[in-house]
Nanobody, 117 residues
Framework: QVRVVESGGGFVHPGGSLRLSCKASGTIRSINHMAWYRQAQRDLVARVTSDDVPTYADSVKGRFTISIDNAQKTVYLQMNDLKPEDSATYYC??????????????GGQGTQVTVYA
């Protein structure tokens, strides 16, 4: 069984910052990549491979930074200069190889980010 749990959402004013965390746990042999989405996992925000190579949506480039701690199976999303349009539920996904050798993607329940004036 694999679990993916997000944390770190909250309320912030425009221009503020938040740091999201997402931890994968359970029967994981290795991680291929982890990613953050918003709005029901249809809008990719950022993705990072296990060797820490990031990809960003154009809308967040220069403001958000994704990083991964492979030992902790945790991905972080540092969000700076937040804008009202960044308000959303942020979902984490983990693309892993399980201890059975199966490659699967697991998702979390999401964490809410609200940017308001």
């Amino acid at each position: 069984q694999v679990r993916v749990v997000e944390s770190g959402g909250g309320f912030v004013h425009p221009g503020g910052s938040l740091r999201l965390s997402c931890k994968a746990s359970g029967t994981i042999r290795s991680i291929n990549h982890m990613a953050w989405y918003r709005q029901a996992q249809r809008d990719l925000v950022a993705r990072v491979t296990s060797d820490d190579v990031p990809t960003y949506a154009d809308s967040v480039k220069g403001r958000f930074t994704i990083s991964i701690d492979n030992a902790q199976k945790t991905v972080y999303l540092q969000m700076n200069d937040l804008k009202p349009e960044d308000s959303a539920t942020y979902y984490c996904s983990a693309d892993v190889v399980t201890t059975r050798g199966t490659r699967r993607t697991y998702g979390g329940q999401g964490t809410q980010v609200t940017v308001y004036a």
